[in-house]
């Protein structure tokens, strides 16, 4: 997550698990099972669990993470699922709240909200520099 | 009489049929539009939240499964981005 990389130190980062939202008993995406990304809905927090760990693990998840709990508290409360992007400020006030995804789920807002706050901020392995050495690097192999 | 009652049917009818289309063109196809509609809608809501509101708190599992937090505990001295989300 490239916003968390570049934010964290301005901001606390905060993943909540939530219900799944295309699992094999329900309506399953043709990009899952080519993505070998196939569970079950979770009928106890075991399943649930079992399923967050083998997410973090997989991908190196770096932020930090908590799993909501089998009655949908934290999901309910923020009407988060499938996807949802909110930010809290420090006086414990929403500051900003994103649309349910995936169609108006827009993690570009929260970066804008960051930069605004904190100035734009870069993840060293994004510079431009390093990218145009990449581009480089293509054009000559393509010459 | 008989004529309007037909002409309200068919209006319905072309309102269903196109709803339908544009859930199957956004969905991805008319079986994930039934899907869509019979899994996801009744679970998404856009919610009562609004910036300025107080953010609701809820107690979250750890990934060990037994020690136990609160959002509000990771929301102090700085803003706390929520990311909410599954695997699938």
Redesign the interface.
Known sequence: ?Q??ND?KD??????????????TD????KS?VKDD???AQPRN??DR?A??????KRFKFP???????MNN???D??????????????N??????G???P?KYYPSE?RAW?AA?YGEVKHPEAKPEEKKTEEKKVAEKKS | MKKVFMWIGISLGVVLVAAFVALSV?A?GPK?AL??V???LP?????????????????????N?TDT?H??D???????????????
């Open positions: 997550m916003i968390f934010y301005y901001a606390d980062f905060l993943t909540v698990y939530v219900r799944e939202a295309h699992p329900e309506w399953q995406m899952n990304v196939c569970y927090l075991s669990l399923i967050a760990n083998d997410f973090t932020v930090p993470f908590g799993v909501d709990d508290a934290a999901n409360a923020y009407a988060a699922w499938p996807e949802r992007l909110y930010i809290i400020d420090e414990g006030k929403i500051a900003y709240r649309g349910n995804g169609f929260v960051l706050r | 956004m991805g994930d899907y869509m019979r899994y996801a679970h998404m809501h856009r919610g009562n939240l609004k910036p300025g509101d107080g953010a609701p708190d809820a107690k979250l599992f750890a990934l499964g937090f959002i509000r990771r929301a102090a001295g700085k803003p706390l981005v929520l990311v909410f989300g599954s695997f699938t």
